[in-house]
């Protein structure tokens, strides 16, 4: 029986579970600390570990964050906007906020205002993890640039064509029917979801799909995709439907990953075991090490030509940095080494490699003769950006130039890490058109 709130779902009731098991455990620890210390525990680490937690305030949290979902989808889900997974927690509090204290139009601007090109665009990045999405990135990238231009007639259609090919494509897949956004009979709920709840996509696609016989020039703030493409809303060229529509992909998102994932239905078996005692001590000693370590993250001073060299090859630069994993890319390429290229490279959102052919069609005719480093900048325990001086050769001209170029430290599955504490890898995510056009890797 799917959960009647989305707070019922079971990713947010194991994090309830999970703080009240921690609450009951503080409440026992000095009365099973003589027995810890018996089976080996290190009691000292987990009093610390203790010391440093305000139950308080994690409850408190935890409630923010599991009400915020239900509450959001009441009270916006009539104009068009739905929670999601990757949706910021703090602009849907804060637009919850101000729509019950000055109404709804006053929310709705919170979200307007969060929805500009910058966030659309890391959205859109991301959406890249989505396997039937990314031959749609071309025409969603030039909607973007629409968006940006305030091209807004342009802009939406496109958007909602794609989002209703998306799911026509994952629906078929996974359900055997072709299914679009707009059809009736769309399957769009997915288990421990977000967006996949009753309360969401559906009603969503409900809203979007109702019927629109008659013109209307009055200016439109929902995103009625068949008043829009049969050409019955004329006044749908604004930036509220823009949001709404971008807004809508974001969240179908979360659901065609779970149905790629083959994770619609959820687990075949049955719930796992709570953790034992011991089981949630380790958790709990591991969850605040990681926390310590990440209060305790500066960026690195690095001074070019003092710190490390202005270039050379990899083996003069410290194994395991973001500049030896670019120096081991810029070295492959001064030999022409395409598949070793690949090995460097992941794309912006879904941590794929990048294919040696793509790599080879774009970097054949553009040798690099040598490198000079201008400057290494941390912005993040995840994320180092580098200042590279390029001297390359394309079609028989010599030049040099400047790039930018971003490495993230990433985790096994493609997700970034936080480097010094969690095991990753450096990797190349830069947009690679900076260095050779056409090869993409994200905004």
């Not at 000292?44 to 139950?55: M, P, Q």
């Not at 083996?315 to 994993?325: I, K, L, Q």
């Amino acid at each position: 029986m799917p959960p009647e709130r989305i707070r019922d779902i079971p990713q947010f009731r194991k994090l309830i579970e999970e703080i009240d098991s921690l609450s009951r455990l503080k409440t026992a620890f000095p009365i099973l600390k003589p027995f810890l210390r018996i089976l080996g525990v290190d009691v000292s680490t987990v009093e610390r570990a203790f010391a440093g937690i305000d139950l308080d305030e994690l409850e408190r949290r935890a409630d923010t964050l599991t009400s915020t979902p239900d509450r959001f989808n009441e009270l916006f889900g009539e104009c068009g906007w739905i929670m999601y997974g990757d949706m910021n927690l703090e602009v849907a509090t804060t637009a919850i906020a101000v729509a019950d204290e000055e109404g709804l139009e006053a929310g709705e601007r919170v979200l307007l205002n969060y929805y500009d090109s910058e966030t659309v665009s890391f959205h859109l990045n991301r959406m890249q993890a989505v396997q039937a999405f990314r031959p749609r990135m071309r025409l969603a990238r030039k909607a973007l640039a629409d968006f940006r231009e305030d091209r807004y007639h342009a802009c939406i259609p496109v958007v909602l064509a794609l989002l209703d090919g998306l799911v026509q494509e994952v629906h078929a897949a996974t359900h055997g029917e072709a299914r679009a956004f707009s059809s009736e009979d769309a399957d769009l709920t997915a288990w421990d979801s977000i967006a996949g709840h009753s309360s969401g996509l559906e009603v969503l696609a409900g809203l979007m799909r109702k019927g629109r016989r008659k013109t209307r020039e009055a200016e439109l703030t929902v995103p009625y995709r068949n008043g829009i493409l049969h050409g019955m809303d004329l006044g749908y060229d604004n930036r509220i439907v823009a949001a709404k529509v971008w807004a809508a992909l974001f969240a179908v998102r979360e659901w065609a990953l779970k149905a790629e994932q083959g994770e619609l239905e959820g687990p075949n078996v049955g719930e796992s075991d709570p953790p034992t005692l011991l089981e949630s001590l380790r958790r709990l000693e591991q969850t605040r090490e990681l926390q310590r370590k990440l209060e305790n993250w500066r960026p690195r001073e690095i001074v070019v030509g003092e710190d490390l060299p202005e270039t050379g090859a990899p083996e003069a630069f410290p194994e395991g940095t973001p500049t030896r994993s670019l120096v081991e890319f810029l070295s492959y390429w001064m030999l022409d080494n395409f598949g070793h290229m690949a090995s460097v490279l992941r794309r912006v959102g879904t941590g794929d490699a990048v294919e040696p052919g793509a790599i080879r069609s774009e970097f054949e005719y553009t040798a690099l003769k040598g490198f000079t480093i201008l400057a290494v900048e941390d912005f993040s325990p995840a994320f180092t950006d580098i200042t590279l001086d390029l001297h390359r050769e394309s079609f028989g001209r010599d030049e040099h130039v400047q790039v930018l170029v971003r490495m993230t430290y990433m985790k096994a599955d493609g997700s970034p890490a936080a480097f010094g504490v969690e095991e990753g890898k450096w990797y190349l995510t830069t947009r690679l058109n900076l260095v050779a056009p056409g090869l993409e890797m994200g905004d």
